[in-house]
T-cell receptor
Framework: DAGVIQSPRHEVTEMGQEVTLRCKLISGHNSLFWYRQTMMRGLELLIY????????DSGMPEDRFSAKMPNASFSTLKIQPSEPRDSAVYFC?????????????FGPGTRLTVL | QQQVKQSPQSLIVQKGGISIINCAYE??????FPWYQQFPGKGPALLIAIRPDVSEKKEGRFTISFNKSAKQFSLHIMDSQPGDSATYFCAASKGMDSSYKLIFGSGTRLLVRP
């Protein structure tokens, strides 16, 4: 059974460029979480969706960040324009659904470097 | 009130020893307390979790001790092995009211020396 899939695994871009990170949920899961991990700030929740609907985006740093779930199994996190301070590892995680357990299953992450 | 405070920041233990990592929280509405393990280059993975209706949960060499009155919980790794070397995160959530949003501690980097 495939876990959460993220792409790309590594991304190096220049300041000002648009970056799109992708995430495929585990089949049957209906909650999706985007996290950012840095040495300074640890694991930060950016946004999460339940049944394709954004529930809480209070962790999104600023308007340069946007996230979508165009369907039940896929999500994108876009940064436009990117800045060096956005350099981090970005994780998505999925959860089965209400009443089916609290465990969040993390993907392998995308390491983003903005030069 | 949403924070989960974790200590120590790093820990070095000899093989066979006991590793202990502590977490404290303020929000009494939290009702789910997982520990996640993260190896370099990987995403965090659930290790063990507890709910406040029990004071201890054991799975193999890993035990969570939970003190509801003190609002503290800890992870004990018995007979620590070099393969346990990883970063450990505690977390807490409020269940359905917040769609299981996890609040993570700052992490503990564990090194088990052979």
């Amino acid at each position: 059974d495939a876990g959460v899939i993220q792409s790309p695994r590594h991304e190096v871009t220049e300041m000002g460029q648009e970056v799109t990170l992708r995430c495929k949920l585990i089949s049957g899961h209906n909650s999706l979480f985007w996290y950012r991990q840095t040495m300074m700030r640890g694991l930060e929740l950016l946004i999460y969706f339940n049944n394709n609907v954004p529930i809480d985006d209070s962790g999104m740093p600023e308007d340069r960040f946007s996230a979508k779930m165009p369907n039940a199994s896929f999500s994108t996190l876009k940064i436009q324009p990117s800045e060096p301070r956005d350099s981090a590892v970005y994780f998505c995680a999925s959860r089965p659904g209400d009443g089916l357990g609290d465990t969040q299953y993390f993907g392998p992450g995308t390491r983003l470097t903005v030069l | 009130q949403q924070q989960v405070k974790q200590s120590p920041q790093s820990l070095i233990v000899q093989k066979g020893g006991i590793s202990i990592i502590n977490c404290a929280y303020e929000n009494t509405a939290f009702d789910y307390f997982p520990w996640y393990q993260q190896f370099p280059g990987k995403g965090p993975a659930l290790l063990i979790a507890i709910r406040p209706d029990v004071s201890e949960k054991k799975e193999g060499r890993f035990t969570i001790s939970f003190n509801k009155s003190a609002k503290q919980f800890s992870l004990h790794i018995m007979d620590s092995q070099p393969g346990d070397s990883a970063t450990y995160f505690c977390a807490a959530s409020k269940g359905m009211d917040s769609s299981y949003k996890l609040i993570f501690g700052s992490g503990t980097r564990l090194l088990v020396r052979p």
